[in-house]
């Protein structure tokens, strides 16, 4: 496989990893920027406080603190863009895990593998695992996830939760 460098600034070149699509790549690269608000290439933990803020979040020092001992690896005070890298790729193999679980866990749910969720395969499910929802309360989750009122719900390229 050939190797995928991409320019990162005037004085640096990354190798693209292989497990990062071009375009997971690009979403990393452009976040990057949008936080290194001087853009000198690397980020502070005033820059981390402000995009935590925007984000909605609002870590303590402390958290900030841990952030960057997990990912500032040369602890030179700063995160540089191979080290957000590496957190980031680490970040979308964790959510391709989680969807591998997700279709797993529909498959154990589609009984009849035709490839969809019925009302009532939910139920079946929901009812045999003593999960303390009612039958009503189904209904209504299953009629919100089922958009377009055919009865049947459909895994591939949907986020439900």
């Known amino acids: 496989m050939a190797r995928r460098v991409s320019q990162i600034s005037a004085h640096e070149t990354v190798v693209i990893p292989n497990d990062l699509t071009d375009e997971q790549f690009e979403e990393i690269k452009e976040s990057f920027h949008k936080i290194d608000l001087n ?3 690397r ?3 005033r820059e981390l406080m402000k995009a935590a803020a925007i984000l909605g979040m609002n870590p303590t020092d402390k958290d900030i603190d841990a952030m960057m001992k997990d990912v500032d690896k040369n602890n030179d005070g700063f995160i540089s863009f191979k080290e957000y890298l590496k957190i980031m790729q680490d970040n979308y193999k964790e959510v391709d895990l989680e969807k591998e679980r997700m279709k797993a866990a529909f498959r154990y749910i589609d009984k009849d593998n035709d490839g969809f969720l019925t009302l009532k395969e ?5 009812s045999h695992n003593n999960s303390g929802i009612s039958d009503p309360e189904i209904e209504q989750f299953f009629k919100q996830i089922d ?5 049947k719900i459909d895994y591939e390229g949907r986020t439900y939760f």
Do not use: P
């Not at 939910?122 to 929901?126: F, V």
């Not at 958009?147 to 009865?151: A, N, P, V, Y």
């Open 147 to 151: 958009t377009d009122g055919d009865g």
């Open 39 to 41: 853009g000198d290439g």
């Open 122 to 126: 939910l139920k079946t499910i929901l």
């Open 43 to 45: 980020l502070s933990r």
